[in-house]
DNA sequence: AGTAAATGTTACCGGTGGGTAACAGGATTT
DNA sequence: AAATCCTGTTACCCACCGGTAACATTTACT
């Protein structure tokens, strides 16, 4: 494997394990297997590597979308529960790129730094996906709902850090299931 | 004002704007117009510093809840929506302290900081007063309730900094509404 | 084989971070 | 007034971090 890649895959666990102010560079290169030399010949600097390795993350979640996507073809409803289960769950094999971004978006503080627009760019493809799969699934006030699940998602992985593993953090499908079916009835007659 | 509290105070504001990592305590001492030696004085390191902040903040959180029991006294579903109303904006006059919690649970990489602790402590009692009032405003399901809407909140936070200004995170009221609306209504009959 | 590109090694720089020692000045209590 | 406490000042320590220079070494390609 080419000490690019090997570099970036360093990066994502240990910014994962530390977060991204917690490591150094040499850490990085040391943890590649390489040296601070050739990372610094592959990244000017260690803000676009971070850039660089939330673009990854970026792609990697748009592959997870196209996985689902093949995985129940036509199915827009089922890939949308698939999607809440796989990260709904917190142990292992669980994806935990969307975690990761959110990480990153409060660890760096600058708006003006590169990856922050990267984090921007991935959570607004991110959001109208999300969007269009809800209306293609048939249900009822798709951005709505979409926003919604997009929040608790979020929400779960932020509660997941803040209140630990008994708090509302562990429990996204129980949570967001209600929501979906509550959308899948008719218009709700309101209340008195 | 005792140099403590400036301190404190001058560390809450810049750990707002730069995070916690991205300010030392120099900058703190002398934003709060003393020096380092006497911030060691009052605090035994940064962590202990920190840990404090966040005590700070959650005491501000408790008493957030306590003027709005004041403000709408035996009406729990008013509280709610006031509480929703309250930091669901994201201009001026609006109470971040949540925010930085959830910002701190990120930036403190290290579980064993006694700030994690804090955190964890202080929305575990969040949480459980967001239950009380759902259940005391007579809402069917007032756990699963109380937790979307947590959710939704967290959510919002991460949203609006990790999607920026027009992403989901500006709209809370528009999304929690419907969701407390849909549990003023009598069980749903399950879809088909 | 030979050449060029990519990688490894070491040492270094300036800046900054958390944290401490020692001493001088001001305020408060008795 | 005297003793005590709290504060301010300066200087310093050590560790680390991002980043670079110079040179040695290996790899890859023709």
């Not at 073809?73 to 971004?101: F, R, T």
């Not at 709902?145 to 997941?160: K, N, P, T």
């Amino acid at each position: 494997m080419p000490p690019r890649q090997r570099i970036l895959d360093a990066a994502r666990a240990l910014f994962f394990r530390h977060g991204i102010q917690g490591v150094g560079v040499e850490a990085i290169a040391e943890a590649a297997g390489t040296n601070k030399m050739t990372l610094y010949r592959h990244f000017e600097s260690k803000e676009l590597l971070v850039a660089e390795y939330l673009r990854a993350l970026a792609a990697e979640n748009v592959r997870v979308w196209d996985d689902l996507d093949a995985a129940h073809p036509g199915d827009a409803l089922e890939q949308i529960k698939a999607w809440l289960h796989s990260v709904g769950g917190h142990g292992e094999g669980i994806d935990h790129s969307g975690c990761a971004m959110m990480n990153a978006a409060i660890q760096i503080a600058d708006p003006e730094h590169p990856g922050r627009k990267a984090v921007e760019a991935a959570q607004r493809t991110h959001r109208e996906r999300l969007i269009g799969l809800c209306r293609e699934a048939g249900l009822r006030d798709p951005e709505l709902l979409a926003d919604q699940l997009f929040l608790l998602v979020e929400g779960s992985r932020a509660a997941y850090r803040s209140a630990g593993p008994d708090g509302p953090g562990s429990s996204l499908c129980r949570l967001a299931g209600p929501l979906i079916a509550a959308h899948q009835q008719p218009a709700p007659v309101p209340a008195t």
